[in-house]
Structure formats: structure tokens, C-alpha cells
């Protein structure tokens, strides 16, 4: 885990394949509120692109990208 960022919410999507860990996050995003951390743990190399692309288009916050051993976790702040 990232040592400056601490999420509100973690959403453990790791073994699910594209675009399956986008759309989890997508959906917690639905249900949190506006300036929320959220922890999307994703072992699809997909992801990496994918969720930062999006959450520039939806006008949300990429915080960081963080790689472990067998897994990666991105953090977005959202913004509405």
C-alpha cells in the first residue's frame, strides 16, 4: 500500500479480467461521496491504462498506481 495515501474504501477486484475491475470501481464510485479514496486492487494488466483514462474522462482524481508482487492498486479520489 502506497505510504502517503490512506483509501476511505478498497475494492479487491484482483482475478477478474477487463473490464471487469473498471466497472467494480465505476460502481463503488456510484455509492461513495464527493473527495472519497478509493483502493481498486486489480491484477488485469489492463487496468493501468484503462482506469486512468477513465477517470480523467469522468473528471475524477488519479492518485497514484502502485505495483506489488502479483497485483496492482490505484487510487482515485472522486470528485462529485
Given at each position: 500500500?502506497?505510504?502517503?495515501?490512506?483509501?476511505?474504501?478498497?475494492?479487491?477486484?484482483?482475478?477478474?479480467?477487463?473490464?471487469?475491475?473498471?466497472?467494480?470501481?465505476?460502481?463503488?464510485?456510484k455509492k461513495v461521496d464527493a473527495d472519497t479514496v478509493i483502493e481498486l486492487q486489480?491484477?488485469?494488466?489492463?487496468?493501468?491504462s484503462d482506469v486512468p483514462e477513465w477517470?480523467?474522462?469522468?473528471?475524477?482524481?488519479?492518485?497514484?498506481?502502485?505495483?506489488?508482487?502479483?497485483?496492482?492498486?490505484?487510487?482515485?479520489?472522486?470528485?462529485?
Amino acid at each position: 500500500m502506497s505510504e502517503s495515501i490512506s483509501p476511505d474504501v478498497v475494492v479487491d477486484s484482483r482475478g477478474a479480467t477487463c473490464p471487469g475491475p473498471l466497472m467494480d470501481l465505476i460502481g463503488k464510485i456510484k455509492k461513495v461521496d464527493a473527495d472519497t479514496v478509493i483502493e481498486l486492487q486489480t491484477s488485469d494488466n489492463g487496468s493501468r491504462s484503462d482506469v486512468p483514462e477513465w477517470t480523467d474522462e469522468a473528471g475524477h482524481e488519479m492518485l497514484d498506481v502502485v505495483e506489488h508482487d502479483d497485483y496492482w492498486s490505484l487510487y482515485v479520489r472522486t470528485t462529485e
